[in-house]
């Protein structure tokens, strides 16, 4: 392969996730966060709640390494760096021994000594480096850059100018960033001057060193829950920058025949119920989407599934509902035709859906609601007699004007992600203006999609794979290919073996028939059907 291909396919991939960083929490115990336990609790619930997403989610790890520490009158080590992979009983022992530490301080006077977060920061640093030293992955590292998150509710200027005199004495090659976030709406010792402080830190930190200039974001965070499990959520999104995500192609508009291509990164909305345990409780299909394993067909007959249950709680506008946040594989309900339920329940029941549906479309609302856990069967009972608890999926059902309703999963709030809107841009250009408009105006205007006119070419496709058979089945193919002397020995075969299949003839259909006269001449009748190769029997001959 010569260099320039190579360089194209480098150019067309991206690694996946990248590389996320390795998280150190230092969380700063000091007064007044010890006497607040209700930010104590949530701020303890929200950590756990994203350790047991991380800790489950199918595919590359998203967070691969955590420590935590406690600052109090010294960093006191509540967790080593380990990995966060199925490795959840460790972690949820860190975050009870974190809400404990922070308890024990309540009512005590503690004298934090100055340098506690440099010295947290230094012990948090030189812990990571043991970490790399000691494990060699193939490939390369599992992650090469640590980020430390100090959580205080103490003044961040103070706290920034401390990280600052100790960062500019430290060796930053494996340290990504470094994130204060000031609690806020704790009291008087919390209360910050917003503007003035960020903008006197942000100079500071460029006038200090201009090498930690940007090392070092502020981050004031309220307390209520919501903020506290977002903040934490953002650590499950993909942070890496080193490759575009998406190209978008659009027709060329010079004669030099170059696509307008414009790149772009994509963002995760969600997280994905199909990489979660319990996928199947967030969508809706009739066999089994459900399953891990698909059995084979004499298998699966004796396979029951449940009779989903949604229960309804609420009506909105159609309008009101926000594309970003539906997800899966629509289905269409219509009124049962079950044969097992008696006629006159059956009539009702269409009746009743289809006035659903009219009163939903007179209305213009939708309808939203939960799946009801089932009764368990024994698929799904644990060792000890104890029952898996399940999460609950929401579905939103959509009126259609033929008289059916349109059921799409929709996210809760366990799978949201937290995402930052975008600054809107006034200033436009008039170059890639003109550019976007004569390239758009190339494009054909579709009044309405109709997907019986965009084929994606599965069916060629999914033809061109079963022609790629394997080799040893070719070969088994070839070694059984008749030869011109096999041939000549098959017609010689007494036509008592060659007529062990005649099920054609009604007159042999029943018990075998031994008149070689009547076999004779059902071989005659279909000899140039087979072209003189010898049958094979039926397995009920043999």
Known sequence: MNRGTLSDKQSNARTLLGKQPARTLLLDA?????????????????????????????????????????????PELLLPLSYVKNNFAMLQQACTDLRAAINDVRGQTVSQARDCVVQGLQEACAQFQRQTNNTTQPGGRLCNQLEVIVVSC????????????????????????????????????????????????????????????????????????????????????????????????????FTANTDVVIKCDLHERMINPAQLPFHGQFTLHPDSAMMKTFPTTSKALGITLPIFRIQVTGLMNASS??????????????????????????????????CLVHLLLEKEMVMLGQLENVLPNTSTKRPHGQTEDK???CLIFLPAENG???????????????????SVVDNWSDDAIQTLRSSLDKL???????????????????????????????????????????????????????????????????????????????????????????????????
């Open 30 to 74: 000091s007064p007044p966060l010890p006497d607040h336990q209700q930010v104590t609790n949530d701020l303890c619930d929200s950590l756990e709640n994203v350790l047991s997403v991380a800790c489950n989610i199918g595919g590359p790890s998203r967070m691969p390494l955590f420590s935590v520490l406690v600052l109090t009158s010294y």
């Open 154 to 253: 103490r003044k961040a200027n103070i706290i920034q100018k401390q990280i600052e005199d100790a960062v500019s004495s430290m060796t930053l090659d494996s340290l990504k960033r470094i994130q204060l976030v000031s609690l806020t709406n704790l009291g008087h010792d919390s209360i910050v001057d917003d503007q003035s402080e960020e903008y006197t830190s942000q100079g500071s930190a460029a006038s200090t060193n201009s090498g930690i200039s940007g090392l070092v974001d502020v981050v004031h965070l309220d307390t209520d829950p919501l903020c506290l499990q977002n903040f934490f959520s953002a650590w499950l999104i993909d942070s890496s920058t080193d490759s575009e995500h998406l190209h978008i192609v659009l027709p060329s508009v």
């Open 321 to 354: 509902m926000c594309d970003s946040i539906v997800f899966g594989m629509p289905m269409i309900a219509q009124p049962t035709a079950c044969w097992k339920i008696d006629w006159d329940d059956l009539e009702k029941n269409q009746q009743t859906f289809r």
């Open 391 to 393: 999460p609950q999926g």
């Open 404 to 422: 059916s309703l349109l059921v799409k999963s929709v996210a809760s709030q366990e799978l949201l992600l937290p995402f930052e809107t975008p």
């Open 444 to 542: 054909e205007v579709i009044d309405v999609f109709n997907p019986l006119l965009w084929p994606c070419r599965l069916y060629d496709c999914l033809k061109s794979k079963q022609k790629k058979a394997d080799p040893r089945q070719s070969k088994k193919r070839q070694d059984i290919t008749p030869t011109p002397g096999s041939v000549s020995k098959s017609l010689a075969v007494p036509n008592i073996q060659r007529n062990r299949t005649s099920v054609f003839s009604p007159a042999v259909s029943g018990p075998r028939c031994s008149n070689p006269r009547m076999m004779q001449s059902n071989t005659d009748r279909f000899q140039h059907t087979f072209h003189g190769k010898p049958l094979l029997p039926f397995p009920t001959d043999l």
